[in-house]
Structures are given as C-alpha cells and as structure tokens.
C-alpha cells in the first residue's frame, strides 16, 4: 500500500522557519518525482517544489523559489521541505505528493494532475 505522510507544520511567525517532512512507503524510493503542493483557504492547490529521486533536481515555484528548499534522503525514503523567511501568504495545508519517472531522467512538474498518490496534509500557519 502507497502512503505519504506529512508531519512538521505548525504555527510559525512572520520571518521564521520551518521543515516539513514526507515519508513514503509502498513504492520504490527513487522511481518518483516528490512534490510539495499547498491550498490556503479559499484558493486552488498551488505546486512549491518537485524533486526527482533518482538524481535529487529540485524545482520550485516561482512564489517560493529562494526562500523553500526541498531534499531528499533516499536511506529513509524521506522527503523534506525547508520553509524560510515565511510570509503570512505562506500559510496553507501543505500536501506532499509522488509521480512515478517511468525510467526519465528528466521529468519535473508542479502540476498536480500529474501526481499519482497523495499524503493528508499538514497546516503550516504564518503570523503577521
């Protein structure tokens, strides 16, 4: 069985920083894209961050890019997101999602239709 399991938000304030982590279980590690997504109340889900496995690229979105950055450690099957210097527009349930590669060295996207399997979530609130 595939799971995805966020953990790490809570409630931050304006400036400071946070690390969310997504465990991942059920498939091959490095045969996946993981990406970050996040949905603010009121707001379509909005992709962060996608990093291949395989090789560790990272990309990001352009509302995030030089303040997040996301890692991954293949011995734990772990992925992880560092937020810094966060805004109150940051705040939003953060989603962890994987697509598989399919053999391609390659691929990236932040478009969440594109993504096979899901984690729950976890709040990440920003105070002003």
């Known amino acids: 069985e595939v799971q995805l399991v966020e953990s790490g938000g809570g409630l931050v304030q304006a400036g400071g920083s946070l690390r969310l982590s997504c465990a991942a279980s059920?498939?091959?590690?490095?045969?996946?894209?993981i990406g970050w997504f996040r949905q603010a109340p009121g707001k379509e889900r909005e992709g962060v961050s996608c990093i291949r496995s395989s090789d560790g690229a990272s990309y990001y979105g352009d509302s995030v890019k030089g303040r997040f950055i996301t890692s991954s450690d293949n011995a734990k099957n772990t992925v992880y997101l560092q937020l810094n210097s966060l805004k109150p527009e940051d705040t939003a349930v953060y989603y962890c999602?994987?697509?598989?590669?399919?053999?391609?060295?390659?691929?990236?996207?932040?478009?969440?239709?594109?993504?096979?399997?899901w984690g729950q979530g976890t709040q990440v609130t920003v105070s002003s």
């Open positions: 999602a994987a697509a598989g590669l399919y053999g391609s060295s390659r691929w990236w996207s932040l478009n969440l239709s594109e993504y096979d399997y």
């Open positions: 059920g498939f091959t590690f490095e045969d996946y894209a």
